[in-house]
């Protein structure tokens, strides 16, 4: 028997360090981990949302204010 000459797998590029820190903050949004707002934090979440602007772009930042014991 013959070997067989597989293709080459594209994979798709890496994501930029924007995009990380985008879904990042993203998916703490969706648990619930993280609020945007001034205040006491809701229990159970531990980062605070900070939005900025940037010229004509708006930029989403979290910060960590608390740990959490689970």
């Given amino acids: 028997m013959t070997a067989r000459a597989r293709k080459p797998v594209a994979l798709p ?3 930029t360090p924007e995009e990380e820190a985008a879904a990042y903050a ?6 619930g981990k993280a609020v945007a707002g001034k205040g006491r934090l ?3 979440a531990t980062h ?3 939005v900025t602007s940037t010229g004509a772009k708006c930029v989403k930042r979290v910060k960590r204010k608390r740990y959490t014991a689970v």
């Fill in 13 to 15: 590029p890496p994501p």
């Fill in 26 to 31: 993203a998916s703490l949004e969706r648990a």
């Fill in 42 to 44: 809701p229990p159970g």
């Fill in 48 to 50: 605070r949302i900070v």
